[in-house]
């Protein structure tokens, strides 16, 4: 177990490696940008899907819905930018909510997050799968497992922990980064040389006119172009020192990549008048173009597919760290909130690929089902955290501040507005799943927090709790089920005396006469411990013994309940335990959880006996 | 928990109700019957496909293969009849071959009936459901899903008890037989007045030479009639008194009952020269020649459909029973020979319920895929079980043994020939998959024998056991592992203290610094019993906490273990469970599976404390 474990993850490493765990600024990019980055290859496709009904009247307006989410896209990063400043520690839409709204929409803000980061795992994982399977039809019914394949490969990487992940993933980010810019470059190049194409002469023709609502549409397609803008903030302490001023650094370069590569394909398309093939995306097309199909072509696409499979990465460094922020707050297990043998949240991993895998086999492997659930988490937890930001410069009034709260202000309300656009637009696609599920996701986080705080009260220590004796106290009354009279019963009966002088054992006798046997036996091995016959006419074990256990303490009427003792065979192979029928575990289980004693305990003593073969 | 239970399946029964729960004649043809009856189903319609392939030269053989089968049938069934004088207990094919032939022809034949159990029920239900899917197409895509439902019911059914399923299934198996038997004899008078029709003039054009592999082959499926046959000599225990001389009388009216449906409805079919239509069954076209398409039709189809439902009955009356013997002799994991509260084999059912689910989910509720994998199994045993009573009757040497043993070695040479041609022409159909799996299962058999045998050895009491004392052994040293101070800490100081006079308490300290804190707090509350910081600088407490174990026992150097106290938080809803982080399991689990010390004991304390919300 623990060999197999450190192959795949690494052996364990110490917690004052702590500080080393950190990533410089490129590695850091690479591990936080690719969701943000590899969605502008789905917004692209979304945007001219949009307005293709509407034929070239419509496509038309491409660039300039692409221009303005190129805007919504610098106003929130400017946005965090300022956030990361004013919470160096990793601010993250959760924190910033909660310091200056409030419990409720800071739980609304992480409820979103998190819905958010497995979608992004399932979204990504699926729709580069889906290329790869597009590119070798043969892998097509295998689409779904292959999601799943990735998903492992994925988890394992990440449960290595963070500095080795970035190094995997930063290849194939800084590959798609430069193939793009590249391409980008020379089509600006040919643009300069051949002039404007026609759309009027290629545009499919018009199906839909084209009204306010198909541009809000497509404009809400489009704004998946901005999903993972935030991981940098969420995941300032994953930098090296100074962690604030290397993410802004980071975030600003994102931002400019994002916005060229983003702004820079769309207005190309137009420009040439590109529309695609059957089967084919409209980024492929663009590439096909400017470059002709040849090697260059082939390697853009290969680094499409590539980006889309570790964009899920992002959420593997995002989704652990708010969970463990909102356990260590007490709205989630508290185990989502210690760090693994090597240094990473392991808990949140696995819980993270266990509901993306859900996702995944719940819908089937299609990317194109997921991708309306997608933008309105975001733009909520966006809307949030700047509304937050501005509650924050008002309290604090530093240097600047009417000028800071201005921008987020700014954006706050611009992204507020897209989001009623996006639930509005997208509802009945999907979105509505996102509307129902942050809700019952508050409440859970309530639920848990209730419980935490109710267990701290109940076992809380103060004056009202029995005084400390430094006499001990009696030794307790000791019950032995036994099943026959054999070595366990021995044994056990031997600890029984060790701790106690008041032993009673006690058979079920499920079929009528088989007592007589071990009466006689007890007279030779029972060294003189009371034996009770407990008849069981319904063939039950569990029962009767619990029966007699209740009468017990009744008539002992001492204010304490009886410890139980169980001796447990332990076979030497694992599936040597189907072939004992576990009356011990039944019994504990019971004990545990059908019969509650408030303030009063059952102690419950294993005797666990090893067997040789 | 308790009332759905008793909902569902009944109240607890006693066990002194054992002796009621037997059938009288007519309901015990009914548990019993419905496999052998509806395999005449299927038989009729795969030699109908055996032989249409070679066109009406094929098809004029019908009635000849038929008769081969009935006189096969007729053997076995008289052979039956003798092994239920032999063996009123309720013999079968297990018990019988390995009295008389030794241990492992017993087990091949019992791994030959369970499987054949587990296909009987897994063949008519998805049979069933497709009968079913075919009439109302709409339920197609759902019959995996619908083979599984019925297989609840008639689990849930046979989890009630033996007498009441009797009383259930009584309905469709008379049905059946009465539809039955009154069609043949309308076809009989129709057949008198209007003579033969011609094959030739209807008949399918030949696309095979009629090879004698082919006569064999069609030989080979139609034997799927005889399946079901031993039924009755497995359930004689089912019977009432006297039990032997019913089961027999049962057997007689069963066998002849199938010798005259069987045989008359291929005969009929051939005399009338009937052809079926595109997806339809040959007994469908039969009953529309006899009967005309109208009610009369409509209620014969129903009634096939309602037996092959309830012919995985028959399972459920065998496997438990089967599975409960081989448990008693060792082969089987023991719980599956417990009468469970209703006086039925509730294990066995569950197990056989569990493999069915399996069989149809794995072979997507096709039946046809599984028809292949049946007959070996069922004339393996036959001719094993046969063989068996030859040596038996050899042995004995009561009245009339020569001419029961010439009875007996007919039947077991019949079966053995029909074995291997059954074998080698199904083969790579799916014959070869039950091939492999009998000596799995027989190896099986062995293993857990083996276990048992290890065991008894293991836990037997002798004179070389240290003789029991009258003065009680010492207290145990006990070791308490606490995660911070709170009640249930003090709680399970207060009961360390009861048993023993030498505890120490061991705080696994994760974060540096905590233990400051607890060192504190140790003052106040920690009535003088010593407490020892065990540092993890990897962050895991199970394995800091049992290598300090060792240290301390190794120290003590006593000859003993020290014991554990465990306090164990219980909360008051189970998914509460997970917001606790399980370490008092994981170092039970530990100590139990990890660390064996043969012939020590290490007892585990378990302190539960309820917590009221």
């Given at each position: 177990?623990?060999?197999?474990?450190?192959?795949?993850?690494?052996?364990?490493?110490?917690?004052?490696?702590?500080?080393?765990?950190?990533?410089?600024?490129?590695?850091?990019m690479?591990?936080?940008?690719?969701?943000?980055?590899?969605?502008?290859?789905?917004?692209?496709?979304?945007?001219?899907?949009?307005?293709?009904?509407?034929?070239?009247?419509?496509?038309v307006?491409?660039?300039?819905?692409?221009?303005?989410?190129?805007?919504?896209?610098?106003?929130?990063?400017?946005?965090?930018?300022?956030?990361?400043?004013?919470?160096?520690?990793?601010?993250g839409?959760?924190?910033?909510?909660?310091?200056?709204?409030?419990?409720y929409?800071?739980?609304?803000?992480?409820?979103?997050?998190?819905?958010?980061?497995?979608?992004?795992?399932?979204?990504?994982?699926?729709?580069?799968?889906?290329?790869?399977?597009?590119?070798?039809?043969?892998?097509?019914?295998?689409?779904?497992?292959?999601?799943?394949?990735?998903?492992?490969?994925?988890?394992?990487?990440?449960?290595?922990?963070?500095?080795?992940?970035?190094?995997?993933?930063?290849?194939?980010?800084?590959?798609?980064?430069?193939?793009?810019?590249?391409?980008?470059?020379?089509?600006?190049?040919?643009?300069?040389?051949?002039?404007p194409?026609?759309?009027?002469?290629?545009?499919?023709?018009?199906?839909?006119?084209?009204?306010?609502?198909?541009?809000?549409?497509?404009?809400?397609?489009?704004?998946?172009?901005?999903?993972?803008?935030?991981?940098?903030?969420?995941g300032?302490?994953?930098?090296?020192?100074?962690?604030?001023?290397?993410?802004?650094?980071?975030?600003?370069?994102?931002?400019?990549?994002?916005?060229f590569?983003?702004?820079?394909s769309?207005?190309?398309?137009?420009?040439?008048?590109?529309?695609?093939?059957?089967?084919?995306?409209?980024?492929?097309?663009?590439?096909?173009?400017?470059?002709?199909?040849?090697?260059?072509?082939?390697?853009?696409?290969?680094?499409?597919?590539?980006?889309?499979?570790?964009?899920?990465?992002?959420?593997?460094?995002?989704?652990?760290?708010?969970?463990?922020?909102?356990?260590?707050?007490?709205?989630?297990?508290?185990?989502?909130?210690?760090?693994?043998?090597?240094?990473?949240?392991?808990?949140?991993?696995?819980?993270?690929?266990?509901?993306?895998?859900?996702?995944?086999?719940?819908f089937?492997?299609?990317?194109?089902?997921?991708?309306?659930?997608?933008?309105?988490?975001?733009?909520?937890?966006?809307?949030?955290?700047?509304?937050?930001?501005?509650?924050?410069?008002?309290?604090?009034?530093?240097?600047?501040?009417?000028?800071?709260?201005?921008?987020?202000?700014?954006?706050?309300?611009?992204?507020?507005?897209?989001?009623?656009?996006?639930?509005?637009?997208?509802?009945?696609?999907?979105?509505?799943?996102?509307?129902?599920?942050?809700?019952?996701?508050?409440?859970?986080?309530?639920?848990?927090?209730?419980?935490?705080?109710?267990?701290?009260?109940?076992?809380?220590?103060?004056?009202?709790?029995?005084?400390?004796?430094?006499?001990?106290?009696?030794?307790?009354?000791?019950?032995?089920?036994?099943?026959?009279?054999?070595?366990?019963?021995?044994?056990?009966?031997?600890?029984?005396?060790?701790?106690?002088?008041?032993?009673?054992?006690?058979?079920?006798?499920?079929?009528?006469g088989?007592?007589?046997?071990?009466?006689?036996?007890?007279?030779?091995?029972?060294?003189?411990?009371?034996?009770?016959?407990?008849?069981?006419?319904?063939?039950?074990?569990?029962?009767?013994?619990?029966?007699?256990?209740?009468?017990?303490?009744?008539?002992?009427?001492d204010?304490?309940?009886?410890?139980?003792?169980l001796?447990?065979?332990?076979?030497?192979?694992?599936?040597?335990?189907?072939?004992?029928?576990?009356t011990?575990s039944?019994?504990?289980?019971?004990?545990?959880?059908?019969?509650?004693?408030?303030?009063?305990?059952?102690?419950?003593i294993?005797?666990?006996?090893?067997?040789?073969?």
């Amino acid at each position: 177990m623990r060999s197999i474990r450190g192959f795949l993850i690494g052996p364990p490493l110490p917690t004052q490696r702590l500080g080393d765990e950190r990533l410089d600024k490129l590695r850091a990019m690479a591990a936080l940008s690719p969701d943000a980055l590899s969605s502008i290859a789905y917004a692209n496709q979304e945007i001219y899907l949009g307005l293709a009904v509407a034929g070239a009247a419509g496509l038309v307006l491409s660039w300039k819905i692409g221009l303005v989410i190129v805007i919504l896209l610098v106003i929130v990063a400017i946005s965090y930018s300022q956030t990361i400043e004013a919470y160096p520690s990793g601010g993250g839409s959760y924190t910033v909510a909660r310091e200056n709204l409030g419990q409720y929409p800071g739980l609304i803000a992480a409820a979103s997050l998190l819905i958010d980061y497995v979608l992004t795992a399932a979204v990504s994982l699926t729709a580069g799968v889906a290329a790869i399977a597009s590119a070798f039809p043969d892998l097509w019914p295998y689409r779904t497992a292959l999601a799943l394949v990735l998903l492992v490969i994925i988890t394992l990487t990440n449960l290595r922990g963070i500095r080795e992940t970035g190094t995997v993933i930063a290849i194939p980010v800084y590959l798609f980064i430069g193939c793009y810019v590249l391409m980008l470059l020379v089509g600006l190049v040919r643009a300069a040389i051949e002039g404007p194409g026609s759309l009027e002469a290629v545009a499919p023709p018009a199906t839909h006119s084209l009204t306010l609502f198909l541009v809000m549409h497509t404009f809400a397609s489009g704004c998946t172009a901005l999903t993972g803008v935030e991981a940098i903030s969420n995941g300032v302490r994953l930098f090296k020192k100074p962690e604030a001023r290397n993410a802004r650094q980071t975030l600003a370069a994102m931002a400019l990549l994002m916005v060229f590569m983003f702004l820079g394909s769309v207005s190309l398309t137009q420009f040439f008048g590109i529309v695609p093939q059957t089967n084919e995306t409209i980024l492929s097309a663009l590439a096909r173009h400017i470059l002709g199909t040849n090697a260059a072509y082939y390697v853009v696409q290969a680094s499409t597919l590539l980006i889309l499979a570790v964009a899920a990465n992002t959420s593997f460094a995002g989704f652990p760290g708010v969970a463990s922020i909102l356990a260590r707050d007490g709205y989630l297990p508290r185990q989502l909130s210690f760090l693994g043998d090597r240094l990473v949240f392991t808990n949140g991993m696995l819980l993270l690929a266990g509901l993306t895998a859900v996702l995944i086999v719940l819908f089937g492997g299609d990317s194109h089902a997921l991708i309306p659930l997608f933008a309105v988490g975001v733009f909520l937890a966006f809307s949030l955290s700047q509304s937050g930001m501005v509650i924050h410069w008002l309290h604090e009034r530093g240097p600047g501040w009417r000028l800071k709260a201005a921008v987020n202000g700014t954006g706050a309300v611009a992204t507020a507005i897209t989001l009623v656009v996006v639930a509005v637009a997208k509802f009945l696609d999907g979105a509505w799943i996102v509307v129902v599920l942050i809700p019952l996701l508050v409440l859970m986080f309530r639920a848990i927090d209730r419980h935490y705080i109710e267990i701290r009260r109940e076992l809380a220590l103060n004056d009202a709790f029995p005084p400390v004796s430094t006499t001990p106290p009696p030794p307790p009354r000791v019950v032995v089920p036994i099943s026959g009279v054999h070595r366990g019963t021995v044994l056990a009966l031997h600890y029984a005396r060790s701790i106690s002088d008041r032993v009673t054992a006690v058979y079920v006798e499920i079929n009528p006469g088989d007592a007589d046997r071990i009466r006689a036996a007890w007279e030779t091995w029972g060294m003189g411990v009371p034996l009770v016959i407990v008849p069981s006419p319904y063939r039950s074990i569990v029962w009767p013994f619990l029966d007699f256990l209740d009468r017990y303490d009744r008539e002992a009427n001492d204010g304490h309940l009886a410890s139980v003792i169980l001796p447990e065979f332990i076979p030497a192979k694992w599936w040597e335990l189907l072939l004992h029928n576990q009356t011990a575990s039944l019994i504990r289980f019971a004990l545990f959880y059908r019969r509650r004693r408030f303030g009063k305990v059952r102690a419950i003593i294993d005797i666990p006996l090893h067997l040789r073969k």
